[in-house]
């Protein structure tokens, strides 16, 4: 990079950024990989003060959905398991479901069968044939 040589040269990071008319934070700016936010923790706690790891949790919820007639998503997991004593957030464990394939599949819209006002208008032949109003008080 041209700056790098002028600053070598000159001394000054401030003054060739400007006159180049560079700002300072894409001067310094270096790219990352990975990635990005906090990373995800590997364990919760319980109500009684014991550490339980993510592997634990995952064995408690795979058998609950063994469960016969127990067809949960991750909130009613989530509460399933705040009522057992755990301390944990309905986003880990859809993080954790998601990631074990455990989730249900996102209901589909079924958009065919849709009925649209302009098929539920009367046809008329002149104006005024045909008046509607609402009565909204009395």
């Given at each position: ?25 894409t ?49 009613k ?62």
């Amino acid at each position: 990079m041209v700056a790098h040589e002028f600053i070598h040269e000159i001394g000054s990071t401030s003054f060739v950024l400007k006159t180049v008319g560079l700002s300072k934070s894409t001067f310094y700016y270096r790219p990352r990989s990975g990635q990005r936010g906090r990373q995800a923790t590997t364990f919760s706690r319980h109500a009684a003060g014991h550490i339980v790891s993510n592997e634990e949790i995952l064995a408690a919820v795979r058998w609950l959905l063994a469960q016969e007639f127990v067809d949960y998503g991750y909130v009613k997991v989530a509460v399933w398991l705040q009522r057992k004593g755990l301390i944990i957030n309905r986003k880990k464990i859809y993080r954790l479901m998601r990631a074990e394939k455990l989730l249900l599949p996102k209901p589909s819209r079924d958009r065919s069968g849709k009925t649209w006002v302009k098929d539920l208008l009367p046809i008329t032949q002149r104006a005024f044939d045909y008046l509607e109003f609402d009565i909204k008080y009395i």
